[in-house]
């Protein structure tokens, strides 16, 4: 309701429904884990970007930093 409430918001039942039928789950697994391979992704994403790095060769790195970092 409290989001409903903002002037400007849906108010319609189809846009009620369908922001209060659904879960949630975290975007990330909780771990202590978590930031490292975050950073990990975050260096291959780079890669692949840039054109540094063809998209195997740095999904392949990555996984090999999961394992030994």
Do not use: C
């Amino acid at each position: 309701d409290t989001y409903f409430s903002v002037e400007g918001a849906p108010t319609d039942e189809l846009s009620k429904f369908a922001w209060s039928t659904h879960v949630v789950y975290p975007e990330n697994p909780t771990s202590s884990k978590t930031a490292a391979i975050q950073g990990i992704l975050g260096d291959m994403h780079t890669a692949i970007m840039s054109g540094s790095t063809s998209v195997d060769d740095a999904i392949s790195q990555a996984e090999d930093r999961v394992k030994n970092e």
